[in-house]
């Protein structure tokens, strides 16, 4: 498959950099601080998921990156039977690795966290993996996702609370183009007055998605989610949501800035770069995801080391653990973590394990 040249980081970001943020997009969100209406965007903005896909969720709808790890603590009986191993001989690959010990089988899959209903059902070989585990892994806990007091700690980190507004906080040409690009979408520039840049830059990319019918209640990591609940399996996760806030919050103003600036201008071609991805995910293409996340992010060093170095820093001790464990697992993270150098799969062999790819 030809490698993508893709540049579009806020759609980047939103596929496979964070677990869908709570609150920005798909769940319901205070616009003001302060404010005690709480509107759905959809209604506010007029944007929302296509007709015809169902929202999943009745509650707020969790989001960004999307779906993510639950508290449950109940387990699957001894006795509960097991799906076979996930097949090898096909020349098909997927976004999903084997990691096995002589005492358990990890699976590792990267999740697209906005998908269309066209990209189900998924491939036998990541039911097959699910159906042979005893614990799922993801990013964030998706309980606390849903909490209004997540919520409101989100728009408390990713809005002003003081004299500041956005127009004060970026440059004229900047703001111009909030106000083009807003306006676009419908979505009223006096509603956004105190929104950080980075916290527009996901709900203006996200937004655009929504229209275009990428719905994160589809998304892979959302998919086995509701699995593992139904199914009773434990759920873990790698970190809090408190800290991927903080990943964007920490940024410079200047970095803030020049994200909100390429996700505005790179809203016409989000289509084509997002089905691109979406493309080479399917295909478990993985020259072509690390071509695309190297090109997104060669403009936003500090994005890519706060957004994918660091986490996958941070997770790889976890991830290796659970390879020793007597128990098979399945960890599900945004794609864009596990390829390239830089990735969890990558990392791993350097750490002397066999990963194979399936």
């Known amino acids: 498959m030809k490698r993508p040249t893709l540049r579009a980081v806020g759609a980047v970001m939103i596929l496979c950099a964070l677990t869908p943020m709570p609150g920005i997009v798909w769940g319901e969100v205070t616009l003001q601080p302060g404010a005690r209406e709480v509107s759905s965007l959809s209604n506010v903005f007029g944007i929302g998921p296509a007709p015809c896909v169902p929202v999943v969720d009745s509650a707020a709808v969790s989001p960004l990156t999307a779906g993510l790890g639950g508290g449950s603590s109940s387990s699957v ?26 005492t358990s089988t990890l699976y590792i899959l990267g999740s697209v966290h906005l998908l269309k209903k066209e990209s189900y059902p998924l491939d036998a070989a ?77 709900t203006v990319a996200a937004g655009k998605l ?39 919050d920490d940024m410079a103003p200047a970095t803030q800035e020049a994200m ?15 089905n691109a991805i979406v493309e080479s995910w399917s295909a478990g293409d993985t020259a072509s995801l690390d071509a695309l996340m190297r090109k997104s992010f060669e403009q936003f ?7 994918i170095a660091e986490r996958n820093r941070n997770w790889l001790p976890q991830i290796e653990a659970l390879s020793g464990q007597d128990e098979n697992c399945m960890v599900v993270v945004g794609a864009l973590h ?12 350097q750490k002397g394990h066999t990963v194979d790819q399936l």
Not at 211 to 221: E, I
Not at 225 to 231: D, H, M, P, V
Not at 338 to 345: N, W
């Open 301 to 307: 060093p500090e994005v890519y080391e706060k957004l």
């Open 210 to 248: 929504l229209q275009l019918g990428f719905d994160p209640g589809l998304g892979v990591d959302k998919h086995f989610f509701r699995k593992a609940k139904e199914s009773g399996i434990p759920i873990v996760a790698l970190e809090t949501i408190e800290y991927q806030i903080s990943r964007f």
């Open 126 to 202: 990541m039911e097959n993996a699910f159906g042979n585990v005893r614990k799922l892994v993801l990013e964030v806990d998706q309980d606390v996702l849903e909490k209004p007091s997540t919520m409101r700690m989100m728009m408390s980190k990713g809005m002003f609370g003081d004299r500041n507004t956005l127009k004060s906080s970026v440059s004229p040409d900047t703001y111009e183009l909030v106000k083009k690009r807003t306006a676009e979408l419908g979505m009223p520039i006096e509603r956004l007055s105190k929104f950080k840049p980075w916290l527009l830059s996901i």
């Open 338 to 349: 596990l390829v390239g150098k830089d990735g969890i799969v990558e990392m791993l062999r």
């Open 260 to 274: 909100l600036r390429q996700t505005l201008k790179d809203l016409e071609i989000l289509e084509k770069e997002f």
């Open 77 to 102: 009986s001894a006795g509960s039977p097991l799906r076979r191993e996930p097949e090898t001989t096909t020349a098909k690959k997927n976004c999903l690795w084997r990691v096995q010990s002589k």
